[in-house]
């Protein structure tokens, strides 16, 4: 049976609103995500970086990092969950830590709980796969529920962010996302039904949704994972439009929170770049054609798909260069937080990014995390 949200003390949220607005500078609740120049390049920076570590616990550097204000949010994956009243007490010692930060904004504390196969909080729903509900009687139904499920999954270890659902348009059974039922149906109409409603669900019950891998990986093949090598989808762009973005159009209908882009290349689109790289994507695709105003993040900046781009530090530039407001460093390694940020705020500084972009990718950012509280 899912767990309840742990309840959060009238004091708890009082000091964190209060510090909020306090520690950024603000006049009050509806600015509280403007950023303040009193944050360093470096914890500017940091507030759009995802870490991770190994094993059931967190190395110290991780919690004096949060509490320097240098950290926006944690994903935890398997390794990191032996059981849940662990994961629990790690999650609180986290937000704990978070409270000494000059940026009281929630972490971003997330995990894939996308149900059947890939779901890191065990027990926990949802327990049916993407293709299972996809195939039931009422899929939208079944989607909901599932919705419903993880986010009391989440909540009740005491996270606040799901990387799911996943809209891909899976093309031929079998194939990438096929096979680990990871895509609703080759139906895209049917995908754009299911993620809306799980969506809506799972952040009608405070969870924020993320729909990934944009602008979808449904015609990969069995073994074309970005996760290795790179990947290419030859697909037109009317064909990327028409079928594997419907989902994602839908989703913002619903009011998504965040999307993750993917790591493969689309020639159609951008010849050079992968998605989650590539400012005609990005910017032009989701933002301005489909008209996106909410958080982006990118999938797993290890990939191996990138190796043609550079190590951590240069790969978490060329992101957020491109439009990306959030990077996941998730190779279970602080280090590989510590890199992005580094390099992320350099370029802050040096202004080898826009700073006008860089100022609304954090007040986005910042926004998203308040509004968790």
Same mark, same amino acid.
């Given at each position: 049976?899912?767990?309840? !949200?742990?309840p959060?003390?009238?004091? /708890?949220?009082?000091?964190?609103? %209060?510090?909020?607005?306090?520690?950024?500078?603000?006049?009050?609740?509806?600015? #509280? #995500?403007?950023p303040s120049p009193r944050l360093t390049p470096v914890q500017q920076a940091g507030q759009r970086v995802i870490f991770s570590y190994p094993g059931? *616990?967190? +190395?110290? %550097?991780?919690?004096?990092?949060?509490? #320097?204000?240098?950290?926006?949010?944690?994903?935890?994956?398997?390794? !990191?969950?032996? &059981?849940?009243?662990?994961? $629990?007490?790690?999650?609180?010692?986290?937000?704990?830590?978070?409270?000494?930060?000059?940026? =009281?904004?929630p972490l971003l504390l997330m995990t894939d709980q996308e149900g059947g196969l890939i779901r890191r909080? @065990?027990?926990?729903? +949802?327990?049916?796969?993407? @293709?299972?509900?996809? %195939?039931?009687?009422?899929?939208?139904?079944?989607?909901?529920?599932?919705?419903l499920g993880a986010a009391a999954t989440i909540a009740g270890v005491g996270m606040n962010t799901n990387l799911a659902p996943v809209l891909d348009v899976f093309r031929v059974a079998g194939n990438f996302d096929d096979r680990f039922q990871r895509s609703y149906s080759s139906d895209p109409d049917v995908c754009a039904a299911c993620g809306a409603a799980f969506v809506a669900a799972q952040q009608g019950a405070?969870?924020?949704? &993320?729909? @990934? /891998?944009?602008?979808g990986l449904g015609a990969a093949a069995r073994d074309a994972n970005t996760d290795l090598t790179t990947v290419t989808l030859p697909q037109p762009a009317d064909e990327i439009r028409d079928v594997d973005e419907r989902p994602f159009a839908?989703?913002?209908?619903?009011?998504?929170?965040m999307i993750m882009t993917s790591w493969a290349v689309y020639p159609a689109l951008d010849p050079t770049y992968p998605a989650g790289l590539s400012e005609r994507i990005v910017?032009?695709?989701?933002?301005?054609?489909?008209?996106? =105003?909410?958080? *982006?993040? &990118?999938?797993?900046?290890? #990939?191996?798909?990138?190796? +043609?781009?550079?190590?951590t530090g240069q790969r978490a530039v060329l992101s957020a260069r491109a439009g990306m407001d959030v990077?996941?460093?998730?190779? $279970?390694?602080?280090?590989?937080? &510590?890199?992005?940020?580094?390099?992320?705020?350099?370029?802050?500084?040096? /202004?080898?990014? !826009?700073?006008? /972009?860089?100022?609304?990718?954090?007040?986005?950012?910042?926004?998203?995390?308040? =509004?968790?509280?």
């Open positions: 049976m899912p767990l309840p !949200n742990p959060i003390s009238r004091r /708890h949220a009082l000091i964190a609103g %209060a510090a909020l607005a306090g520690g950024l500078g603000l006049a009050g609740p509806a600015r #509280a #995500a403007r059931p *616990t967190p +190395p110290a %550097a991780l919690f004096d990092l949060i509490a #320097a204000g240098e950290v926006g949010g944690v994903i935890f994956f398997g390794e !990191n969950i032996p &059981t849940l009243d662990q994961v $629990r007490g790690v999650v609180a010692d986290l937000r704990a830590a978070n409270e000494q930060s000059p940026v =009281r904004a909080i @065990k027990p926990g729903e +949802p327990v049916l796969s993407e @293709k299972q509900i996809g %195939a039931s009687a009422d899929p939208a139904g079944a989607a909901h529920d599932a919705g405070g969870i924020a949704a &993320t729909a @990934k /891998h944009f602008p839908a989703a913002i209908a619903a009011g998504v929170d910017q032009g695709e989701l933002r301005r054609r489909l008209g996106f =105003r909410g958080v *982006t993040i &990118t999938d797993a900046l290890e #990939a191996g798909s990138l190796d +043609p781009f550079g190590k990077l996941l460093c998730s190779g $279970r390694d602080v280090t590989q937080g &510590t890199d992005a940020v580094q390099a992320l705020a350099a370029a802050l500084d040096g /202004h080898d990014l !826009n700073p006008g /972009h860089s100022r609304q990718a954090l007040r986005r950012v910042l926004e998203l995390r308040s =509004r968790l509280a």
